[in-house]
C-alpha cells in the first residue's frame, strides 16, 4: 500500500509540475492527451523536463490526427483536416513562427521541432497512415494491419526517440515492435466502435478463415468463432512485444521509459485471455486499478 501510495504522489507531483511550468498550449495538449490518451498520457509523465514536452508535442500532434476518423464520417473533410496537419508539419519545420497556425498543438509542435532534431518524414509518416485507411472498410491481412500499426504507432515512438536524443539500432527496433503491439492492440479495442468508424478492424483474411460476417461484428454478437479470431490477432501483438521486451538488454537506460507504454498493452492482452477474447466483454473497458502503480514499478527497475 505505501509503493502505491508513492506512485500516486509521483504521478500528481509531476503532473502538478507540468501544469505550473507550461504555456497555455501546453496546458491545451496536455489536456487533449489526457483525455484522449490517457495511457500513454501517464508514460509522458515519466519523461523529464524537454523530453517530456516534445513527447507531448508528438503525442497531442497524433492524437488530432487519430481523431479526424472519429469526428466526421465525410472523407472530404477527413482529407481537408489531414492536409491541414500535412501543411502544419512542412510549416513548423520552416522553423519561421509567422507562418505557424495558432492552433495550441501547431505552437508546441513548432516549439518541439526547434529544440530537437526531429525527423519530418516520420510526421508524414502518421498522416500517411490515416490517409491510405480513408477509403479502407477493413485490412486485407494480418501483415498490412502491421503496416497500419507500424505507420500509426511506431512513427511516434521514433520521433519521441529522437526528442529524447537517442539514436540506437536496438532502441528503433524495440519501437518498431511495440510500436506494431501496440497498433494491432488498438485496433481490436476499436471493433467495439466499428459501426461508428466505418471500418471493420478485423482483417478480411481471418473473417473468412473463422466464417464471421461483418454485420456479426457490427452488431457486437459475441461468439466462440470471434473469440478465435480475436485470439489470433492477439497472438500477432504478444509476439511483437514479446520481441520489443526482449531486447531491453540492448538499450542504453536512459530510453528504457519511452517504452513504458508497453505495460498498458501487456495488461490489456493479459485481460483479454482472462475474458477468454471475448472483445465484446464490458469488463475490458474499465481501467485496471492496478497498471499505474505497475507502470511505476517498472520504470523504477528501469524494464518496460
Known amino acids: 500500500m505505501i509503493f502505491v501510495s508513492n506512485c500516486f504522489r509521483n504521478i500528481h507531483f509531476n503532473l502538478s509540475r507540468a501544469?505550473?511550468?507550461?504555456?497555455?498550449?501546453?496546458?491545451?495538449?496536455?489536456?487533449?492527451v489526457r483525455k484522449f490518451d490517457y495511457e500513454n498520457f501517464m508514460a509522458v509523465l515519466l519523461l523529464k523536463n524537454q523530453r517530456r514536452s516534445t513527447a507531448l508535442a508528438v503525442r497531442s500532434f497524433n492524437v488530432e490526427v487519430a481523431r479526424i476518423a472519429?469526428?466526421?464520417?465525410?472523407?472530404?473533410?477527413?482529407?481537408?483536416?489531414?492536409?491541414?496537419?500535412?501543411?502544419?508539419v512542412e510549416k513548423c519545420f520552416s522553423k519561421d513562427i509567422q507562418k505557424v497556425p495558432q492552433h495550441p498543438v501547431a505552437v508546441e509542435l513548432y516549439k518541439a521541432v526547434c529544440r530537437s532534431n526531429l525527423t519530418k518524414r516520420y510526421f508524414h509518416n502518421l498522416i500517411r497512415g490515416r490517409y491510405s485507411h480513408l477509403n479502407l472498410t477493413n485490412f486485407k491481412n494480418l501483415e498490412e494491419m502491421e503496416v497500419y500499426a507500424e505507420e500509426t504507432v511506431s512513427n511516434v515512438y521514433y520521433l519521441i526517440l529522437e526528442g529524447c536524443g537517442v539514436k540506437n539500432i536496438h532502441a528503433d527496433h524495440v519501437a518498431s515492435h511495440l510500436g506494431k503491439a501496440q497498433g494491432i492492440v488498438n485496433s481490436l479495442r476499436s471493433i467495439v466502435l466499428a459501426r461508428q468508424l466505418n471500418f471493420i478492424p478485423v482483417p478480411?483474411?481471418?473473417?473468412?478463415?473463422?466464417?464471421i460476417s461483418e454485420e456479426e461484428i457490427l452488431k457486437g454478437r459475441s461468439s466462440s468463432k470471434l473469440g478465435d479470431c480475436t485470439y489470433e490477432i492477439a497472438s500477432r501483438a504478444y509476439q511483437h512485444l514479446s520481441k520489443a521486451r526482449n531486447l531491453l538488454d540492448k538499450l542504453p537506460r536512459d530510453c528504457i521509459p519511452v517504452f513504458i507504454s508497453a505495460v498498458t498493452v501487456d495488461g490489456f492482452l493479459q485481460k483479454l485471455q482472462v475474458e477468454q477474447y471475448d472483445i465484446f466483454s464490458p469488463s475490458l473497458k474499465r481501467k485496471p486499478l492496478f497498471w499505474l502503480p505497475k507502470m511505476m514499478w517498472y520504470n523504477l527497475r528501469n524494464k518496460y
Open 19 to 32: 501544469y505550473s511550468t507550461s504555456s497555455s498550449s501546453a496546458d491545451y495538449c496536455l489536456d487533449l
Open 70 to 88: 472519429e469526428q466526421t464520417t465525410q472523407n472530404s473533410t477527413r482529407q481537408a483536416r489531414l492536409q491541414f496537419w500535412n501543411d502544419t
Open 204 to 211: 478480411q483474411e481471418i473473417l473468412v478463415k473463422y466464417s
